[in-house]
């Protein structure tokens, strides 16, 4: 079958890599960087382009050793646990510098009948399935606030640590709060937790997405 392209009725950018340039220098030009660690301006160039939202920036809170650890541990092998599908979707495996797992066990059979057991809900049950992945993980939350809140419980009762936390979900119930605690966790608990968030209702999947994969690499 011969393809053959339609009529031009449009003036547009048509290059991909000229699109790509200039969507990031437009974000370099219109966003707030500056308050942000600078190994992690990039990271916050890459959710933005996700979004569309400059101001996305003015909401960023991030940890002055998240870029370094999650980077640390990606290098070394560490798998990506993710809380929703959509986010383990969106990793850019070639990106990946050790062709790390990307897990996400929201399909679980063991799911349902966890969260009937402990009264929660589906994303929180299949972050305790994490179990000893969680050690050292990168752990990426772009959906589903009660999966954050559980992960810190699970950290406060001396369960596996992981090396950094992308924890972006997005919402009206509950969402805000869990970032909040996250933001808090280090001064309320006293663990060293480097993490990523957007404070607000803003966030989800391929935000989550968008930072692991800036993460995984440098470049942009």
């Known amino acids: 079958m011969t393809l053959t392209p339609p009529a031009r009725h449009y003036e547009y950018e048509r290059d991909g890599a000229a699109i790509y340039a200039e969507s990031?220098?437009?974000?370099?030009?219109?966003?707030s960087l500056g308050r942000l660690p600078a190994d992690a301006e990039s990271v916050a160039v890459?959710?933005?382009?996700?979004?569309?939202?400059?101001s996305l920036a003015d909401d960023l809170v991030v940890h002055p050793s998240l870029v370094a650890a999650a980077r640390s541990a990606l290098r070394q092998g560490a798998p990506i646990l993710a809380d929703a599908h959509m986010v383990a979707s969106g990793v850019t495996r070639a990106r990946l510098p050790?062709?790390?797992e990307v897990v996400c066990l929201l399909r679980d059979d063991r799911v349902p009948d966890i969260a009937r057991a402990w009264g929660t809900t589906r994303s929180a049950a299949a972050v305790s399935l994490w179990g000893d992945r969680l050690d050292g993980a990168v752990v990426a939350v772009g959906n589903a606030p009660t999966a954050l809140f559980h992960l810190l419980e699970l950290v406060l009762d001396g369960g596996p640590r992981p090396a950094a936390v992308v924890g972006v979900p997005v919402g009206f119930v509950g969402a805000a709060?869990?970032?909040e605690a996250l933001v808090a966790f280090g001064a309320d608990h006293g663990i060293d937790l480097p993490f990523l968030t957007v404070r607000g209702r803003r966030g989800g999947s391929a935000l989550a997405a968008?930072?692991?994969?800036?993460?995984?690499q440098e470049r942009e």
């Open 46 to 54: 890459r959710m933005i382009h996700a979004c569309g939202q400059p």
């Open 24 to 31: 990031f220098a437009t974000i370099r030009r219109e966003s």
């Open 98 to 100: 050790a062709d790390n």
């Open 210 to 216: 968008a930072a692991l994969n800036a993460l995984a």
């Open 177 to 179: 709060e869990s970032k």
